[in-house]
């Protein structure tokens, strides 16, 4: 968040107030189907709730067969404000189905950030023989008359006996507060840290640039262990929020754990705004220290971003998904415009979820992030492609045939710039020629670029930034690319995600053609596929489910595949 007095201001309608006093955890039944105002750029991919605001992914966890992604959400309206914890279930990270609200404001506080882990040990003494509890850290931001001062920020606990339906605060909140109390003491991630036995919690003090790290052994009492911050902090006045440190074994190697430290920065990101970045390095149980940090007084070139592109923030990852990666998942937005994203009824999308690993690359360990192997695999599985055989475009741009034409699409190529100066692909391209979204390979200064500057509407705010470049050198003369079209954004992984980008565009929703071009050259595109994830037309099947008073929670679109 920024640190403006509206979005601290924490005020909250008397209405709110009466009808969720004391109300803490609810399980609201659905809002009626809403019609949507925006329809051209509700995704189709990337998860929305039905209706109303929603930021930072919360409580990403897996557990009895499904994945819980709670979100900060405004149960009330499309901007910011009375935050409380939206839900969001899917069995295979591509279809998402919204649940009640899961955890509401109430009198005395609002629900900011945080995680949830299941206490499969009971450590806690939360939960019942046979009967594991999810145990959720998140942020009370008090309000006045709550017995402390307004703002004051400080960890709680709730908790779930029904596998994430219903909510119960415990009863001794908070369960971490500074002393004195702080009003930026936020976003508790917790995990099991195996080598010592105990919970690990980081957590940060967003304007002092400081991660705290605290452990417990019942998720209850928690110790601190250590601080983690930067010699010189180069972005003074930005935030740190939404930490989280994760074991990765180096190049697959389970006896060669790396630990990242993921650090969600607002603003000073590498493209503007808010947007993450991460330190790799060791944690002993107690400290983490980094292998490598930039100079003081580093520009954020100098840093490693999980991704290049503005819309990627508040990353966190899944706790105990099954599978060797872990999982992450982002807001798709940037604080720099997010509340004059021109969407209703809803405001704020999910990146798609991303599976990490940690490769040497130029003799250091960094993160690659692609796709899950769920969404390819999905993706694979009988929807209609079109393959191009090799082509070579000279010094010209070629649109591709009417079977790629698509809102929601993959593309997935090699692409040769040969000697092209820049090369590249036009995506949501309108027939005149004057939308689209550029992906460009520039061979002079090697770099990729993400170019939204004629994307569509764009007035909407002076923030909303054009272009997203990261340095990727070429491997053996070529470039892999995955690109993740949707209705209201796009997603570029590179060289097997050594580099990603993800930004929101809001295109007409005729701008469905697909280019390909060079100049100053040849460049060569080879293995070309562009397959088709829902239908092109106007959302048939959220339309007649909705027509049928069927959208609660979550109409089939959302499914994807536009299959009802
Ligand atoms: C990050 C953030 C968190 C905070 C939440 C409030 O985007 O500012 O630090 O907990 O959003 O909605």
Known sequence: MRLTPYRFSLRVAPLLIAALSGAHIAAASCAAPSADGTPQWRPALHYTPQRNWMNDPNGLVYDNGSYHLFYQYNPLGNDWGNMSWGHATSTDLVHWREQPVAIHANANEEIFSGSIVADARNTSGLGAPGNTPLVALYTSVYKEGSGHAPGTQAQSLAYSLDHGATWRPYAHNPVLTLDPESKQFRDPKVSWYAP?????????????????????????????????????????????????????????????????????????????????????????????????????????????????????????????????????????????????????????????????????????????????????????????????????????????????????????????????????????????????????????????????????EANFSDAFSKQHIVNLPLEHGRLKLEIVVDRGSVEVFANGGRAALTDLIFPPRDADRVAVFSEHGSATFDGLTVTQLAGSDDDPACASRQAAGNSCCLPDRQHGDGRL
Request: charged share 20%; hydrophobic share 45%; net charge neutral.
């Open 196 to 456: 010592g036995g105990y919970w690990l919690m980081t957590t940060v003090v967003a304007d002092a640039h400081v991660v705290k790290l605290y452990r417990s052994g019942d998720l209850i009492h928690w110790t601190f262990l250590s601080d983690f911050t930067l010699p010189g902090i180069p972005h003074e006045g930005a935030l740190w929020e939404m930490p989280d440190l994760v074991p990765l074994a180096l190049d697959g190697d389970p006896r060669r754990i790396k630990w990242v430290m993921i650090v969600n920065v607002n603003p000073w990101s590498i493209a503007g705004g808010s947007g993450s970045m991460y330190f790799v390095g060791d944690f002993d149980g107690r400290t983490f220290t980094p292998d490598r940090v930039a100079p003081a007084g580093s520009d954020p070139a100098q840093f490693r971003w999980v991704d290049h592109g503005a819309d990627f923030y508040a990353a966190g990852t899944f706790s105990g998904a099954p599978g060797a990666r872990p999982v992450v998942i982002a807001w798709m937005s940037n604080w720099d415009y997010a509340a004059k994203a021109p969407t209703t009824p809803w405001r704020g999308a999910m990146t798609l979820p991303r599976e990490l690993a940690l490769k040497t690359i130029d003799g250091e360990p960094r993160l690659v992030i692609a796709p899950t192997a769920a969404f390819d695999a999905w993706a694979d599985r009988g929807r209609p492609a079109t393959h191009l055989a090799d082509l070579t475009v000279t010094s010209t741009l070629t649109e591709l045939p009417v079977a790629t034409r698509g809102a929601v699409q993959r593309i997935t190529l090699w692409l040769a710039p040969r000697s092209a100066v820049r090369a590249g692909l036009v995506v949501r391209r309108s027939a005149d020629g004057a939308i689209g979204t550029k992906i460009v390979y520039d061979t002079v200064t090697w770099t990729l670029t993400l170019d939204r500057s004629q994307s569509g």
